[in-house]
């Protein structure tokens, strides 16, 4: 099967160059009376954990808020090295990049020099990477890592997703749906935990179908820690959350603020997530911004949020979320404003006998 949208830039990356897109201390302000999960957590387990980080079932924790690195439109060269050195001397310590997004030597090149400067140790940071759909085949697995290992100049990476169910393959130049099993995918992806280039695995944009298939493989080692898929309170997931919740996978949530409004790719007929009345009446409440609260939604309900700012203010204003609590009423006034609307569709593979979201959840 051919590819319908074929932009070879876009589906090999690595191949040529990809176009784009701490110890955590206590994050500052962090409350500690709060009604939700991370405070029953930060009660159990006691005041020398950070409650603000999210437990992985093989014994590692992710920082529950990070910063997405993904820049829809082709980035500007330099843009994502500073944008990650201000992202850390602002307090993330958190990263979510890809090898897709193409800037994957600009991340690495701003914690290298954070780490050279005494700002951060490495182990302070949590980097996670994805692996493109055109590394799905075993053979290949392994490659697609060390393209992100090389670019990064780091020796490892904190979390390692496969970034799609579905495979892509180059035949001759032309790009073809894969079929590609993504449980031998997933047995390579263990060898790599194995083999210390990477601490943790997961998966990105499966449905809990898809979810299930991993978790029954006969030879399973490792669980998937999590599945990072668009969430916000417009697509709030809740189905595939309770899902999740229940097999002890936790649920990373990208585009958390609705996604950028790039026209080049934004559905113009679509609401804008951060316009929403609900959103800002309950902002005006709490003195803070409809983003805010967005991002405040999915921490409340153990989402971990990527939000992508490539803006030292935004940036700012996206951390500022550890110090007021929304209430019940207020939680469900956010469920109710859910429209089941993805905003990242990849229409392109609708044909593929893996497209994830044929399904409900
Ligand atoms: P910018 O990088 O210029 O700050 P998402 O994380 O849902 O994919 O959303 C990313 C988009 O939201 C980017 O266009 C980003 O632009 C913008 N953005 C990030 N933080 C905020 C904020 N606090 N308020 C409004 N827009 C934001």
């Not at 997961?202 to 998937?224: A, C, D, I």
């Not at 936790?250 to 409004?261: A, E």
């Amino acid at each position: 099967m051919r590819v319908r949208d074929q932009r070879q830039g876009w589906l090999n990356p690595g191949l040529e160059r990809p176009i784009a897109p701490g110890s955590t201390r206590k994050i500052s302000g962090c409350i500690k009376s709060l009604s939700s999960a991370a405070s029953m957590r930060a009660a159990e387990m006691g005041d020398s954990v950070d409650p603000w980080r999210v437990p992985f079932c093989d014994g590692n924790s992710i920082p529950i808020l990070g910063l997405g690195t993904c820049s829809l439109d082709k980035p500007v060269k330099g843009e994502t090295v500073k944008a990650v050195k201000a992202g850390i001397e602002i307090g993330y310590r958190h990263f979510d990049g890809a090898l897709m997004y193409g800037n994957e030597d600009e991340v690495g090149e701003a914690i290298r020099a954070k780490i050279a400067d005494g700002t951060v140790k490495r182990e302070d940071i949590f980097y996670t990477s994805k692996l493109w759909m055109s590394y799905l085949s075993p053979a290949l697995v392994q490659k697609g890592l060390e393209l992100t290992l090389k670019s990064l100049k780091l020796d490892y990476i904190d979390l390692f997703l496969i970034h799609w169910p579905t495979g892509l393959e180059d035949a001759s130049g032309k790009i073809l749906l894969s079929d590609v099993d993504f449980c031998e995918t997933w047995a390579v992806m263990e060898s790599c935990k194995d083999a210390g280039l990477v601490r943790s695995i997961g998966v990105s944009n499966f449905n809990h179908k898809q979810l299930e298939t991993l978790l029954r493989m006969p030879k399973l080692k490792y669980r998937p820690v999590c599945n990072q898929v668009e969430c916000h309170p417009y697509l709030n997931q809740s189905k595939l959350l309770k899902y999740c919740k229940s097999n002890n996978i936790v649920l990373v949530g990208y585009s958390p603020l609705g996604t950028s409004q790039d026209p080049a790719w934004f559905d113009p007929n679509n609401p804008i997530l951060l316009n929403d009345p609900e959103l800002r009446k309950i902002g005006e409440k709490h003195n803070k911004t409809a983003a805010q609260v967005a991002l405040r939604y999915q921490i409340q309900r153990d989402v971990v949020v990527i939000p992508k700012s490539f803006n030292p203010g935004r940036m700012k204003q996206n951390k500022e979320i550890f110090d007021f609590q929304l209430t019940n009423e207020e939680m469900k006034a956010i469920d109710g404003i859910n429209k089941n609307l993805r905003y990242i569709t990849l229409k392109q593979l609708i044909d593929h006998p893996k497209y994830p979201f044929h399904e409900e959840y």
